[in-house]
């Protein structure tokens, strides 16, 4: 018996919440998006059911470097703030960083975005943030996949991840190996949060400091949504003219300072930070003040200013830096490695130790 023979209506996609046309017009918004990322390297078209992409020529014998990520519950502020075309840069720019540490170039990215209720205008905010962030970084944005999911996500809520593939000649690979005693530690200055903490600090400003995403934020120069969702830097610009004087160098993300930079360390050296060669951005000793946060709990949970590290020999300091400063991104000496048991020692009085 037909459903109309019952008295009822036949059931289509949309009534179970999945609306095609919505989808339709996304893609139709996303084409000229993508377009714009695409390097020498992509082939094929846009709409295909995978993206193609040319191993660099003349490269000896290539390694191919793969990354995932997210940008945490980063997306949440972007939602109560109605900015959603920042955390899609955020992404790529992290993924970047990431395959960098090792010594690899981007080549191409990929985006997953799933919402509850797929808004075309919306999805295109959050890719037009993700294209920015490939043609900044050279990288090929060759495929990706939207997808509506009711009851998973509730509206306007949505998630984002990213995958990245870059390169790097096998002999020119960087990490523990290369650490060397007495090797300097540079640190590069973040934007802010860059991607991780999240959790805490929507936390201590909703809950301590009672502030709205359109508020003042204290001892800033705009609102909380300024603070909070200025784009993770990527350091691809700075440290790619200087790739050939480093031995390694770790991505502050999620751990802070000692439980990232003891990834770029062997099992018998440490690295030595002096946590009174900067100073701290306001931002974090705001989130720190409101909130309570020990000095050892802040720097195992953000990045407190120091949003890469950079390991070279003592006589390529200078020249990492000079790289970084002639791009715009302040740049010190962070550190030294000395022998030890592989972990990381944040020395001085800022430690708060």
């Not at 939207?146 to 009851?151: C, V």
Request: glycine fraction near 14%; charged fraction near 20%; aromatic fraction near 6%.
């Amino acid at each position: 018996m037909s459903d109309a023979s019952r008295g009822g209506s036949g059931m289509d996609y949309r009534a179970a919440g999945v609306d095609l046309d919505a989808a339709d017009a996304a893609k139709h918004r996303l084409k000229r998006l993508v377009e714009s990322t695409l390097t020498d390297g992509a082939r094929g078209r846009f709409g295909g059911f995978g993206g193609m992409f040319r191993v660099p020529p003349g490269a000896r014998a290539p390694l191919l470097v793969a990354s995932a990520d997210g940008v945490g519950t980063k997306v949440k502020v972007a939602v109560e703030a109605n900015r959603l075309d920042t955390v899609g840069h955020d992404l790529v720019n992290h993924c970047v960083n990431d395959v960098l540490v090792q010594g690899a170039r981007p080549l191409f990215f990929l985006d997953y975005v799933a919402f509850g209720k797929l808004d075309p205008t919306a999805v295109e905010a959050v890719v037009a943030g993700v294209a920015a962030g490939c043609r900044e970084n050279g990288c090929a944005l060759i495929g990706g996949e939207t997808a509506e999911m009711p009851g998973v996500y509730t509206p306007p809520d949505f998630d984002l991840a990213g995958f990245i593939v870059g390169w790097v000649e096998e002999d020119a690979v960087l990490g523990p190996d290369r650490v060397r005693d007495g090797d300097a530690i540079v640190g590069l200055e973040s934007t802010g949060l860059h991607t991780n903490g999240y959790s805490l600090a929507r936390r201590i400003v909703l809950e301590r400091m009672r502030l709205g995403p359109h508020d003042a934020f204290p001892d800033g120069d705009g609102t909380v949504a300024d603070a909070l969702l200025a784009v993770h830097r990527s350091y691809l610009p700075a440290l790619e003219p200087v790739l050939d004087r480093v031995h390694a160098m770790a991505h502050i993300t999620g751990g802070g300072l000692p439980g990232n930079l003891d990834r770029a360390l062997p099992p018998h050296f440490d690295a030595v930070v002096d946590a009174d060669s900067w100073e701290v951005p306001p931002l974090f000793r705001a989130l720190e003040r409101a909130g309570g946060v020990a000095r050892d709990e802040m720097f195992r949970t953000f990045n407190m200013g120091v949003g890469m590290t950079v390991i070279t020999p003592p006589e390529h300091a200078g020249a990492v830096i000079a790289s970084a400063q002639a791009r715009g991104v302040r740049a010190w000496r962070l550190g030294r490695v000395r022998p030890g048991s592989g972990r990381v020692a944040i020395e001085g009085a800022a430690a708060g130790a």
